[in-house]
């Protein structure tokens, strides 16, 4: 790539870094969170269910990336992201936890879909896939640091408080974003128009990309957002709970479960990098499909299987998960037009967050009825598979240039 597109590449990938760190911190250290705030087992669900209703806020907050640019929301939600996070160390009822991590997640998902905006928008058409999944795959070293301080949770002051309090390092880093993060070209192209024409409907117009999306393709959004929405509800339990799940149901300890993130997990995000390099040689839609397809099967082995092969089906539940978010991700921003695709990732967000918000009540729901964790998680997974079929419902994008799937209205 030139050098221009590796240096957007590398901040994106350095901003989602820290944002999968914080994504990490609630699922490995929720037995102690839980502990420390006094929730009940029965009420982990309902709670975490509370943390996504985030989702809300960033799906109201991504069409601004198509008002007022990508860079400077990405640039919102870095500082966002990271005083959320500080704050919730010091929070002291499960309460308080909910509402600042709401707010935190509210701008983790904004940087994260502005930054599938950004790379889909500046990469060629021939390495977009590869582009995304590299910034899946390497994002997720923020996890592997969130799972290296986890190891040590019980030794760090203050415990898991510890561990939000470092995810405000990204505020140190804001100087070199700011003045490193350009805006991308086909967004200063459509803008530069838009002022050419007085067609720009002013900062509140924040609902017209999405009403014009939803609009101009009906078909392609619905079945965007209903796969987006089956791997959510199917796949936020087992991700969510799997920490909690080791430690109660296997007697493992905190350094076994960052061990097994470290070992399998950072085997199973090379998912990433294969779904966008197989994406763009064959296609995106054979990829997604059989991601999603197998994932009910590394889900279910997991949670059912002996205890032997834990580490095997994890590997192959971050590989499959992670393959199918690249691939939905990449057709998110690809089938829309450039003064639509900020609103697209909203829409994304906001289907997948009631997803989130439905699959951990389903499981608060099945606890209560006396059902076991692992058998409610892997009966939710089962729905994983019918979002394989929706992505057959869509064009295919693989090595096609962005004007050429779709057109400005």
Not at 275 to 304: C, E, K, M, T
Not at 359 to 380: A, C, K, N, Q
């Amino acid at each position: 790539l030139p050098p221009a597109q590796m240096s957007m590449l590398g901040l994106v990938v350095l901003g989602s870094f820290f944002e999968s760190y914080d994504l990490s911190l609630l699922t490995s250290a929720l037995k102690h969170i839980s502990e420390d705030l006094r929730i009940d087992e029965k009420q982990m669900g309902t709670y975490l269910a509370g943390v996504r209703v985030g989702g809300f806020l960033a799906f109201a907050l991504l069409p601004f990336a198509d008002r007022v640019g990508r860079r400077p929301m990405f640039l919102l939600s870095l500082v966002g992201m990271s005083v959320g996070t500080l704050a919730t160390a010091l929070a002291q009822t499960p309460i308080t936890f909910v509402l600042l991590q709401m707010a935190t997640r509210g701008f983790l998902l904004t940087a994260a879909g502005v930054g599938v905006v950004m790379l889909a928008e500046e990469l060629p058409a021939e390495h977009r896939g590869w582009g995304l999944g590299i910034l899946g795959a390497l994002a997720a070293f923020g996890h592997g640091l969130g799972a290296l301080l986890f190891g040590l949770v019980d030794l760090l002051p203050f415990g898991w408080r510890a561990l939000y309090a470092i995810g405000a390092v990204p505020l140190l880093a804001l100087p070199l974003f700011r003045r490193s993060l350009r805006e991308t070209v086909r967004f200063t192209a459509h803008r530069a128009q838009e002022d050419a024409t007085g067609s720009g409907g002013g900062l509140f117009a924040w609902s017209q990309p999405l009403l014009a999306m939803l609009r101009a393709h009906p078909g392609r959004a619905l079945a965007v957002g209903a796969a987006g929405f089956l791997l959510a509800l199917g796949a936020i339990s087992v991700f969510a709970f799997s920490s909690y799940f080791l430690q109660t149901a296997h007697g493992w300890e905190p350094w076994q479960y960052s061990l097994l993130l470290l070992t399998a997990g950072g085997v199973g995000v090379v998912g990433n990098v294969v779904a966008g390099n197989l994406g763009d040689r064959y296609g995106r839609r054979a990829v997604g499909f059989a991601a999603l397809a197998f994932y009910p099967v590394a889900a279910i082995s997991f949670d059912q299987g002996p205890g032997w092969l834990l580490p095997v089906s994890f590997a192959l539940i971050v590989f499959t998960s992670s393959a199918a978010d690249v691939v939905i991700g990449a057709f998110s921003a690809e089938l829309f037009p450039t003064s639509q695709r900020g609103a697209s990732s909203g829409l994304l967000t906001l289907v997948r967050t009631v997803g989130w918000i439905a699959g951990l009540s389903l499981v608060s729901g099945g606890l209560g009825g006396d059902f076991d964790l692992p058998r409610v998680i892997s009966g939710l997974a089962l729905v994983v598979a019918i979002a394989a079929f929706c992505l057959l419902l869509l064009p295919e994008t693989g090595r096609r240039e962005l004007e050429t799937l779709s057109h400005e209205t």
